[in-house]
């Protein structure tokens, strides 16, 4: 994607339909909305460096098996979700799966096919194959066939390695209308000039905010910038303690880290300590086969027990045959990293993985500010309650998207008829030195990943607000200070979040799904959502 010419300081650009973010949830909205006016597409990387194209195992509701049906999919969603899915939510989403399964299918995205049909796989919590893939790497074969019809599009301008500061809307700006409306969107061009996009519809579809912990699956764009941004504008977010933790990503604190997918342990891998003990059976008489989160805290009780950095995979005994056949991408990632599997324990630590919070939002992407949509990992609308069914985010990114381009399409809408003001430097100093960014952003990445893990408690979350609060205010006076950068940007979003999720544990008084503390190691009678109203909060 590359954008088709640069924009200068203080200009203002007009469209029907501004997209933020270009995963599968802004592709499906942006190719849809091609045919029906203008469209910015507004991504702050690369395309490729999205959690969409991270995505491996596939996309859920494919259902053509003779036994398996919409009902079985729906429970399975309920059952993972602990009691605090929303069951309409479900029904919606879980019944459009082969609608758009079928129209990835028309679109080019290459399925892999079994004696004409659908192959379909099947993943931890889901009763049947279900799931539709490609190969290891169904996010980019979805994401490629998606941009492939976006890019050349003639009514779609993309503007790549440009990062959205802040939405803009009718109540920031003073306007005293009966809604507050969304307006548009400032923007940080590569060269550090900020402009103004004015739409008449935004759609913020920005992912997810795996990096604010120290560990995560993530990409590095993940630092939860949209729900961070909706919030300033007065949405309402949702859950947001629910972060779903992958067990077993690689340790390596040099560099880049790599998800083990769960079928290693299915194959029969075992989890070790550093004397090459095998645990998980301490913890649950399915031992390395038990659910997700039951192994990730079992792992994460072992790491802070011994004070070591990681616990390890243990998968020689499969032999070297099976995995080089069964495994060939992982074992090839390893040994570039001077691992050989074959011969080696793989040092593991559980790594933030999934936001099953967000911007309370309905299917359709809607929030409480008119022309505001946020769709995909940002929003929240209740399909994962306190725990995602694996494979079902893919599917609710572009069910949302197309419900929410539906919506958008019925309602007619012009531009409203106000003067918006260009970013105002004023004021703003060059900067001495950058180290503080790095400095905070290392801290809060800390703090939550000892204080607001797996496993939390009273005490650690109040820790964790106290400092957090603290760090707060330094970003808030350097932010109005100092020139924008995108760096600067990721870690203001970074630590509202950050508290925002630690605000959000705080409220919960129970262990549910995701959300486990040492001090309400039960579950409520009751499942409730928890809802954050942002009045007078306003970094
Ligand atoms: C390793 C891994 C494996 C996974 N496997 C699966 C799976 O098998 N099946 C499944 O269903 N789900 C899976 N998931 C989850 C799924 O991939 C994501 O939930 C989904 O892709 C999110 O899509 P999205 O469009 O909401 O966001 P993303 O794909 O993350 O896209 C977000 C976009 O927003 C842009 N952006 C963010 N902030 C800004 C800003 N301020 N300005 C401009 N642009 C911005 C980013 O650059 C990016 O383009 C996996 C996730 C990971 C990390």
């Known amino acids: 994607m590359s954008s088709k010419s640069s924009v200068k300081q203080g200009t203002i650009h007009h469209c029907d339909y501004l997209i933020i973010g270009s995963g599968a949830a802004g592709l499906m909205a942006a190719h849809r909305l091609a045919a029906h006016g203008q469209v910015c597409l507004v991504n702050k990387v690369d395309v490729t460096d999205s959690n969409t194209w991270q995505a491996q195992g596939g996309i859920a509701g494919a259902i053509v098996d003779k036994h398996d049906s919409i009902a079985a999919h729906i429970e399975d969603t309920v059952q993972a979700g602990a009691g605090l899915c929303h069951e309409d939510v479900v029904r919606e989403i879980v019944a459009s799966g082969h609608q758009i399964i079928d129209e990835l299918l028309t679109l ?7 004696n004409g049909k659908l192959h379909l796989t099947r993943e931890g919590g889901h009763a049947y194959r279900r799931i539709a893939h490609v190969q290891d790497s169904t996010g980019k074969a979805i994401g490629e066939t998606l941009f492939k019809h976006v890019h050349e599009h003639p009514h779609v301008r993309c503007f790549r390695r440009h990062m959205v500061v802040d939405l803009i809307t009718s109540q ?3 306007i005293h209308q009966q809604n507050n409306r969304c307006l548009g969107a400032y923007i940080l061009s590569p060269q550090g000039d900020v402009f103004t996009i004015a739409a008449k519809h935004v759609i913020l579809a920005t992912g997810g905010a795996g990096k604010v912990y120290r560990y995560t699956s993530n990409p590095h764009a993940a630092t939860g910038d949209g729900i961070a941004m909706a919030w300033r504008a007065g949405c309402p977010v949702m859950n947001l303690e629910f972060m779903q933790f992958h067990p077993t990503c690689l340790y390596n604190p040099n560099g880049s880290t790599t998800l083990l997918t769960e079928a290693l342990r299915g194959e029969g891998a075992y989890l070790v300590d550093k004397r090459n003990r095998r645990f998980a059976f301490d913890y649950d008489k399915r031992g390395e086969l038990a659910p997700r989160d039951i192994v990730a805290r079992a792992i994460d009780h072992e790491i802070k027990k011994s004070g070591d950095d990681c616990m390890y995979l243990d998968v020689q005994h499969l032999g070297k045959e099976k995995i080089l056949s069964q495994f060939p991408n992982i074992h090839r990632r390893l040994l570039s990293i001077g691992i050989d599997m074959c011969e080696q324990h793989v040092p593991v630590v559980p790594a933030a993985h999934y936001m099953c919070g967000g911007v309370q939002t309905t299917v359709a992407g809607e929030t409480n500010i008119d022309c505001l ?3 995909g990992e940002s929003a929240c609308t209740g399909l994962h309650g306190a725990n995602r069914l694996a494979s079902n985010s ?3 990114c572009l069910v949302m998207a197309d419900r929410c381009v539906a919506l958008i399409c019925q ?3 012009s531009f409203a008829n106000v003067s918006i003001p260009a970013w105002d430097s004023s004021g703003v100093v060059p900067e001495q030195e950058r180290v503080q960014i790095k400095q905070n952003w290392d ?4 703090i939550m990943s000892n204080y607001v893990g797996i496993v939390r408690s009273s005490e650690r979350l109040r820790r964790a607000r106290r ?9 808030a006076s350097y932010y109005w200070q100092h020139p924008l950068s995108r760096s600067l940007l990721e870690l203001r979003n970074l630590a509202l979040l950050a508290e925002l999720m630690i605000r959000s544990a705080q409220q919960r008084h129970e262990s549910r799904g995701l959300h486990y503390t040492t001090d309400y190691p039960n579950l409520s009678k009751t499942a409730k959502d928890t809802i954050l109203l942002p009045q007078g909060d306003n970094l």
Do not use: S, Y
């Open 108 to 114: 080019g995205t290459p399925f892999d096919q079994e």
């Open 172 to 174: 920031k700006l003073g």
């Open 373 to 375: 949509f946020v769709i």
């Open 394 to 396: 893919l599917l609710e």
């Open 411 to 413: 309602t007619d809408v």
């Open 443 to 446: 801290e809060i990445r800390a």
């Open 467 to 475: 400092r957090l609060v603290l760090i707060h205010e330094e970003i």
